[in-house]
């Protein structure tokens, strides 16, 4: 598949993944739970989320999913760590908050797509 095909549904899944999310971080919220294990619960289900639409949507992965969880666990923290910092970064430079949110979303789709690509979900034996 091409990359710029690839890239468009990792894309999508990230929207979907944004917003299966929110809705449990909103939902939990007007259940009573405070805004921070909401929060935690919202990532939870959203990292599950993202793993699943990435293994057999985005990349069609044929791998053992057991393998191809303990090689995403890892891309993601690296994905959120150039997020963190791309993020600190554009702050400590003045940039506008939102702008520098935008800025580090970029930052880890890029880096997300890249280590999915060629470390979580690659085809072994090429």
């Known amino acids: 598949m091409r990359l710029s095909v690839l890239l468009a549904k990792y894309s999508v899944a990230g929207l979907v993944n944004t917003l299966v999310g929110y809705a ?3 939902t939990c919220m007007a259940c009573g739970l405070g805004p921070v ?3 935690v619960l919202g990532y939870c289900v959203g990292f ?3 793993f699943v639409q990435s293994r057999h949507w985005v990349f069609r992965s044929r791998g053992a999913v057991v393998d191809d969880g303990l090689r995403f666990i890892p891309a993601f923290l690296v994905a959120f760590a150039v997020n963190f910092l791309v993020l600190q970064g554009l702050l400590e430079l003045g940039t506008n908050p939102y702008l520098a949110q ?7 789709v890029g880096v ?3 280590l999915n690509y060629v470390f979580v979900f690659r085809k072994r034996g090429e």
């Open 102 to 108: 935008l800025g580090a979303c970029a930052a880890f």
């Open 48 to 50: 599950i989320t993202s």
């Open 24 to 26: 449990v971080i909103f």
């Open 37 to 39: 294990l909401s929060n």
């Open 112 to 114: 997300g797509f890249v």
